[in-house]
């Protein structure tokens, strides 16, 4: 059970991350952001993308436009607003020192 | 084929099959109940349906399809991620209460009864998928404790009352517990436990409504009952409707051979039998014909009727039927015809007298001739030498269904001269007079006189080719006062004006016979007048004794009266008019 936690806790906090970075790259639509998760294997099902999404909408991170489909209603597609790129920014030093630590636990300081 | 149904889902019309719709509704549900908490419910739920509505219809583009199935809602469920799946648990958030308590409530099982696996209400089955087992064990321990006194039928329809049916999809799952929503749950015992604990609860809770649950429960059984006539009893009905074809037939074949040996095809005596010795011999086979038809017609009505019952066929048309109707009702009306025109024929009555005077002797026997009469073709037929009086066929007296009437009536009377005389009286009906009287004339009845013994034969013949028209043979045999008679016992139930068992129950001696003797009054048992001549004496002399008592005059007034009383009395009994 702690293992499965831990787990899952890492996971969320990751996948935070994952969404900003793949929506800085440019203008999205949330299934290719689910197509990307499901390639770097972090995520299995649509289903739990739309509450973070809306999440980070509504704190301000992310904005979207409504953009003409060719085949049916039209998309909602995010883009980062200023003060999301301001939090990624944060998070990528914040990754850093993660990757760090964890590179120091696992191999020792000396090395 | 399969009702499909419009829907609205983010904006896009979606033709969906009806399962399939159930299937995507079911989720729906799920989905915002799994987000009721949440603060931007709505929007989410939106993304999520325009999202869904998007790859259905980029499902159907690609298959080239108009009408969304089960498996493309399915997929999508897949791609979308069951609710249990959705992991959105805000760090430093309190997690959503009623994802938890509806995660759990969905991964239980439920208590349903299974209507789509049922044999009577679906309780055995439910049960089954409660405590995973097969059907049938719980069947066959339910009737088994049925076996056990009968207790299994009361536990079942409690449970019958108790349970709910599983009316929905979504209560279908709960009650089988789908697997796949018990993914990554694993329940340790002790949860097991506090389940069945709630379980209970929730049984007290279900008990609440019993009453309507009591009226679900009544109108479910007679519905239960109507399918059970309608499958066993369908089949009961056909086994009698199977039964009647077969005794019908049988019945039919009986009819046919009846009326061939009617018809003369082995013996024509059989019309000197009563009753067909009414018909007259011209109008047999018409007759014949119309009774053949009366009740052949019938029968064959009934077995056709329980054909089709039986088999569910038609057996035949309805103008073969209607000519069979036709041909019954003219069967009718030559039958009624020939009746009514045999009837008139006991329009005229004629009566025809011979008359005896027999040698005198002071007491006759009179006996019954108790050995059948047979003709001399009959006699040759039984090999009976009617010649040897050593060998005779007794006639029982006793009558058949066949049997003509054709009892003799005996009546004896008193003489008013000193001859005794024999009169035989032949009587008959007829279409005319004339005609009653040949048929009075064709009745053969024969007596004898050995010394003083007459023997009567029982019954009369008719002449052979003649037919029935109530022909009645009535004796009166009158006698001189002062000349006994002895009857015979056999020859008790031909004596028609006399009652003469009381005459053998007086004689109080087991003899085969009773002596009577002729009076001024008429006939009179020997043994009752001797008991009466008894009687008698006994009054006379009470009669003397009071008498003496009366005179002597005692002086207590109450005793006076009670002996001038029964004075009175025996003088009465005794014929004596009082003063």
Same mark, same amino acid.
């Given at each position: 059970?702690?293992?499965?936690?831990?787990?899952?806790?890492?996971?969320?906090?990751?996948?935070?991350?994952?969404?900003?970075?793949?929506?800085?790259?440019?203008?999205?639509?949330?299934?290719?952001?689910?197509?990307?998760?499901?390639?770097?294997?972090?995520?299995?099902? /649509?289903?739990?993308?739309?509450? @973070?999404?809306?999440?980070?909408?509504?704190?301000?991170? *992310?904005? =979207?436009?409504?953009?003409? +489909?060719?085949?049916?209603?039209?998309?909602?597609?995010?883009?980062?607003? /200023?003060?999301?790129?301001?939090? @990624?920014?944060?998070?990528?030093?914040?990754?850093?020192? *993660?990757? =760090?630590?964890?590179?120091? +636990?696992?191999?020792?300081?000396?090395? | 084929?399969?009702?499909?149904?419009?829907?609205?889902?983010?904006?896009?019309?979606?033709?969906?099959?009806?399962?399939?719709?159930?299937?995507?509704?079911?989720?729906?549900?799920?989905?915002?109940?799994?987000?009721?908490?949440?603060?931007?419910?709505?929007?989410?739920?939106?993304?999520?349906?325009?999202?869904?509505?998007?790859?259905?219809?980029?499902?159907?583009?690609?298959?080239?399809?108009?009408?969304?199935?089960?498996?493309?809602?399915?997929?999508?469920?897949?791609?979308?991620?069951?609710?249990?799946?959705?992991?959105?648990?805000?760090?430093?958030?309190?997690?959503?209460?009623?994802?938890?308590?509806?995660?759990?409530?969905?991964?239980?099982?439920?208590?349903?009864?299974?209507?789509?696996?049922?044999?009577?209400?679906?309780?055995?089955?439910?049960?089954?998928?409660?405590?995973?087992?097969?059907?049938?064990?719980?069947?066959?321990?339910?009737?088994?404790?049925?076996?056990?006194?009968?207790?299994?039928?009361?536990?079942?329809?409690?449970?019958?009352?108790?349970?709910?049916?599983?009316?929905?999809?979504?209560?279908?799952?709960?009650?089988?517990?789908?697997?796949?929503?018990?993914?990554?749950?694993?329940?340790?015992?002790?949860?097991?436990?506090?389940?069945?604990?709630?379980?209970?609860?929730?049984?007290?809770?279900?008990?609440?409504?019993?009453?309507?649950?009591?009226?679900?429960?009544?109108?479910?059984?007679?519905?239960?009952?109507?399918?059970?006539?309608?499958?066993?009893?369908?089949?009961?009905?056909?086994?009698?409707?199977?039964?009647?074809?077969?005794?019908?037939?049988?019945?039919?074949?009986?009819?046919?051979?009846?009326?061939?040996?009617?018809?003369?095809?082995?013996?024509?005596?059989?019309?000197?039998?009563?009753?067909?010795?009414?018909?007259?011999?011209?109008?047999?086979?018409?007759?014949?014909?119309?009774?053949?038809?009366?009740?052949?017609?019938?029968?064959?009505?009934?077995?056709?009727?329980?054909?089709?019952?039986?088999?569910?066929?038609?057996?035949?048309?309805?103008?073969?039927?209607?000519?069979?109707?036709?041909?019954?009702?003219?069967?009718?009306?030559?039958?009624?015809?020939?009746?009514?025109?045999?009837?008139?024929?006991?329009?005229?009555?004629?009566?025809?007298?011979?008359?005896?005077?027999?040698?005198?002797?002071?007491?006759?026997?009179?006996?019954?001739?108790?050995?059948?009469?047979?003709?001399?073709?009959?006699?040759?037929?039984?090999?009976?030498?009617?010649?040897?009086?050593?060998?005779?066929?007794?006639?029982?007296?006793?009558?058949?269904?066949?049997?003509?009437?054709?009892?003799?009536?005996?009546?004896?009377?008193?003489?008013?001269?000193?001859?005794?005389?024999?009169?035989?009286?032949?009587?008959?009906?007829?279409?005319?007079?004339?005609?009653?009287?040949?048929?009075?004339?064709?009745?053969?009845?024969?007596?004898?006189?050995?010394?003083?013994?007459?023997?009567?034969?029982?019954?009369?013949?008719?002449?052979?080719?003649?037919?029935?028209?109530?022909?009645?043979?009535?004796?009166?045999?009158?006698?001189?006062?002062?000349?006994?008679?002895?009857?015979?016992?056999?020859?008790?139930?031909?004596?028609?004006?006399?009652?003469?068992?009381?005459?053998?129950?007086?004689?109080?001696?087991?003899?085969?016979?009773?002596?009577?003797?002729?009076?001024?009054?008429?006939?009179?048992?020997?043994?009752?007048?001797?008991?009466?001549?008894?009687?008698?004496?006994?009054?006379?002399?009470?009669?003397?004794?009071?008498?003496?008592?009366?005179?002597?005059?005692?002086?207590?007034?109450?005793?006076?009266?009670?002996?001038?009383?029964?004075?009175?009395?025996?003088?009465?009994?005794?014929?004596?008019?009082?003063?």
């Amino acid at each position: 059970m702690i293992a499965e936690n831990t787990q899952t806790q890492m996971r969320k906090g990751i996948l935070e991350y994952c969404v900003l970075s793949i929506i800085s790259r440019g203008e999205i639509y949330a299934s290719d952001i689910i197509a990307e998760l499901r390639a770097a294997k972090l995520l299995v099902v /649509e289903g739990t993308l739309y509450p @973070l999404l809306t999440r980070l909408k509504n704190n301000g991170l *992310l904005s =979207y436009n409504w953009v003409e +489909s060719t085949s049916g209603p039209p998309r909602k597609y995010y883009t980062l607003t /200023e003060d999301g790129r301001g939090i @990624l920014s944060q998070l990528d030093q914040t990754w850093q020192e *993660l990757a =760090y630590a964890v590179g120091i +636990s696992q191999k020792g300081a000396n090395s | 084929m399969e009702k499909t149904i419009i829907i609205n889902i983010g904006n896009t019309i979606i033709h969906i099959e009806e399962s399939a719709y159930e299937l995507l509704k079911a989720y729906l549900n799920e989905v915002k109940q799994y987000f009721a908490n949440h603060a931007d419910d709505l929007e989410i739920v939106t993304d999520i349906e325009n999202r869904i509505a998007e790859l259905l219809t980029e499902q159907l583009e690609e298959q080239k399809k108009q009408v969304v199935d089960s498996a493309n809602v399915n997929s999508v469920i897949a791609q979308m991620g069951k609710v249990q799946d959705f992991d959105t648990t805000e760090p430093g958030e309190e997690e959503p209460v009623i994802s938890n308590a509806y995660q759990q409530q969905y991964a239980e099982k439920k208590l349903y009864r299974d209507m789509d696996d049922r044999v009577v209400a679906g309780v055995c089955a439910g049960i089954a998928h409660y405590v995973n087992a097969d059907p049938k064990w719980i069947r066959v321990a339910t009737v088994l404790t049925v076996f056990l006194g009968g207790s299994g039928i009361l536990v079942y329809a409690l449970l019958w009352i108790i349970m709910p049916k599983a009316k929905s999809r979504i209560e279908r799952m709960e009650m089988k517990g789908e697997p796949a929503n018990l993914q990554g749950f694993q329940k340790n015992l002790d949860e097991e436990l506090l389940a069945v604990k709630e379980r209970l609860g929730e049984v007290n809770k279900h008990a609440q409504p019993i009453f309507a649950r009591l009226g679900i429960f009544i109108s479910e059984f007679f519905e239960w009952l109507g399918r059970f006539i309608s499958g066993t009893g369908k089949v009961i009905f056909k086994v009698i409707a199977g039964c009647i074809v077969v005794f019908g037939v049988l019945f039919l074949l009986t009819l046919i051979i009846s009326a061939a040996a009617f018809q003369g095809f082995w013996d024509a005596s059989i019309y000197e039998y009563f009753p067909f010795s009414i018909i007259n011999e011209g109008n047999r086979g018409v007759i014949l014909f119309g009774a053949f038809i009366v009740c052949f017609v019938p029968v064959l009505a009934l077995v056709l009727f329980s054909i089709r019952v039986a088999f569910n066929k038609q057996a035949i048309n309805k103008t073969l039927s209607f000519a069979l109707l036709i041909i019954w009702l003219a069967g009718v009306a030559v039958t009624g015809y020939q009746a009514a025109k045999i009837s008139s024929e006991f329009k005229q009555h004629a009566e025809l007298t011979q008359t005896v005077d027999l040698k005198s002797f002071p007491a006759y026997t009179i006996n019954i001739d108790k050995s059948k009469y047979f003709s001399k073709e009959d006699s040759v037929a039984y090999h009976i030498d009617a010649n040897n009086r050593h060998q005779i066929v007794v006639d029982d007296f006793e009558d058949g269904p066949f049997v003509s009437p054709n009892h003799i009536r005996i009546n004896i009377e008193k003489s008013e001269t000193s001859v005794t005389r024999l009169t035989q009286k032949y009587e008959s009906q007829g279409k005319t007079f004339q005609s009653a009287l040949q048929n009075a004339q064709n009745i053969s009845y024969t007596y004898t006189l050995k010394d003083a013994e007459l023997i009567f034969s029982p019954r009369f013949q008719l002449r052979k080719g003649s037919i029935w028209r109530n022909q009645e043979v009535r004796l009166t045999l009158e006698v001189p006062v002062g000349t006994k008679l002895i009857l015979k016992e056999d020859s008790y139930r031909y004596v028609n004006n006399y009652w003469t068992w009381d005459c053998k129950n007086a004689e109080n001696d087991h003899n085969d016979f009773t002596v009577w003797i002729m009076t001024e009054d008429g006939l009179k048992c020997v043994a009752q007048l001797k008991e009466e001549a008894i009687k008698k004496q006994q009054l006379e002399q009470e009669l003397s004794n009071l008498e003496l008592m009366h005179k002597d005059k005692p002086t207590d007034t109450v005793f006076q009266d009670s002996v001038s009383n029964r004075i009175r009395e025996v003088k009465e009994e005794l014929g004596i008019k009082p003063e």
